[in-house]
């Protein structure tokens, strides 16, 4: 057990529809990660806040948004949701921000639109 | 821009023999350079990391590295391989300076056969 916390497990919905998944970081980690992991396209790195500022931005779409609150969890909105938005979805944490810590990855949330 | 390429998609190894995943990476800077495990409906786990000094790096289950600078590599190694390693292994890099995000190869899936 990493001890970053993912809910839900499982997610079902409709296209055009709106989820938000939810990320609790491990006890003293600042930093939060979102990672889409499918079949055709890996591990891609989507965004990264550091005590609730966003850090870095990757290849995350503009209909996709997070925040990290004041007490550290973070949220991942998805919206106008696509079948290709089908994916594993991680959460991982990190002590800082510098690129030299290792990440602490969640069970993940695997979401299927339909 | 920052890349990360692991040539094998499969190696196959038997119980008791030596494992070698192998991972190659190309960054304008200096690299950190880590290594990542998945086993089957789990998030990844942490398994070594190289930031700087001794170029041979030692992990968590017996797992170590070897950074070469030389030949822009960063090749997982294990004496003896169990079964229970058979998974999906990641290598990934983060550029030093100016990398903001970690750029993960596409995975190598490893299986011990007893």
């Known amino acids: 057990d990493s001890g970053v916390t993912q809910t839900p497990k499982h997610l079902i919905t409709a296209t055009g529809q709106r989820v938000t998944l939810r990320c609790s970081p491990r006890?003293?980690?600042?930093?939060v990660y979102w990672y889409q992991q499918s079949l055709d396209q890996g591990l891609q790195f989507l965004i990264q806040y550091y005590n609730g500022e966003e850090r870095a931005k990757g290849n995350i779409l503009e209909r996709f948004s997070a925040q990290q609150f004041p007490d550290l969890h973070s949220e991942l909105n998805l919206s106008s949701l696509e079948l290709g938005d089908s994916a594993l979805y991680f959460c991982?944490?990190?002590?800082?921000?510098?690129?030299?810590?290792?990440?602490?990855f969640g069970p993940g949330t695997r979401l299927t639109v339909t | 821009a920052q890349s990360v390429a692991q040539p094998e998609d499969q190696v196959n190894v038997a119980e008791g023999n030596p494992l070698t995943v192998k991972c190659t990476y190309s960054?304008?800077?200096?690299?950190?350079l880590f290594w990542y495990v998945q086993y089957p409906n789990r998030g990844l786990q942490f398994l070594l990391k190289y930031i700087t000094g001794d170029n041979l790096v030692k992990g968590s289950y017996g797992f170590e590295a070897e950074f070469n600078k030389s030949q822009t590599s960063f090749h997982l190694k294990k004496p003896s391989a169990l079964v229970s390693d058979s998974a999906l292994y990641f290598c990934?890099?983060?550029?030093?300076?100016?990398?903001?995000?970690?750029?993960f190869g596409a995975g190598t899936r490893l299986f011990v056969k007893a």
């Open positions: 960054v304008s800077g200096n690299p950190y």
């Open positions: 991982a944490s990190s002590v800082g921000a510098a690129g030299s810590y290792e990440q602490y």
């Open positions: 006890s003293g980690d600042l930093s």
């Open positions: 990934a890099v983060r550029e030093v300076p100016g990398g903001f995000k970690t750029i």
